[in-house]
């Protein structure tokens, strides 16, 4: 007998997956990836990056889904996954930046584009990639409800309990990284 994946919860699909359903584990991922991706994409800041941390944190759920209560939201539960990665990430480009003494990467390319851009694609983009590189300057604990609020649409009390705070942190945090954003977006 099939089973219809699509309309099962993500408690059933949990389940299943630990009953070696690999079809399961496929479904979970899809449901989740995309939002997973944003998430990592607006704590680091770093498209590649993030897809190798979104792989990272579904095989670190996956790895841990004997531990997941099937009573609240897989979301919260895996997007609070992806924040360790992230953080662990920024750990480990922190200790290299450090020891190596190197300029990011991203510095080299700025350097190197000298062009003036005209058209409004590019300075949308542009716009977009100083946006997203103030959003990655922000303190870990403005960014994290920032990217959670605002990028990803979570509520507050999905916030909350995605980072293990109360709703009232929310929502001071997020206060506070708005107005930091908009007084660095400004100079």
């Known amino acids: 007998m099939s089973l219809d994946l699509a309309g099962c919860s993500d408690g059933e699909l949990a389940a299943l997956a630990l009953a070696k359903r690999q079809a399961a584990y496929s479904e979970l991922m899809r449901r989740h990836r995309e939002s997973v991706f944003r998430l990592l994409r607006g704590l680091v800041g770093d498209g590649d990056a993030a897809v190798d941390l979104t792989q990272q944190t579904f095989i670190a759920a996956f790895a841990a889904l004997a531990r997941y209560d099937a009573e609240r939201p897989f979301r919260a539960w895996i997007g609070r996954i992806a924040i360790n990665k992230a953080r662990d990430w920024s750990r480990r480009r922190a200790v290299r ?23 409004v694609q590019i300075a949308d983009r542009r716009e977009l990639e100083r946006t997203m590189a103030a959003i990655a300057e922000l303190p870990a604990n403005l960014r994290q409800v920032l990217v959670l609020r605002a990028i990803e649409g979570m509520s507050q009390a999905e916030t909350a309990e995605t980072l293990g705070i109360g709703d009232k942190a929310v929502e001071t945090r997020l206060y506070r990284a708005r107005k930091k954003l908009e007084e660095m977006l400004r100079g």
Do not use: C, L
Not at 105 to 117: K, N, P, Q, R, S
């Open 97 to 119: 930046r450090f020891f190596t003494f190197a300029r990011p990467i991203e510095e080299a390319h700025a350097v190197a584009d000298t062009t003036a851009a005209s058209d």
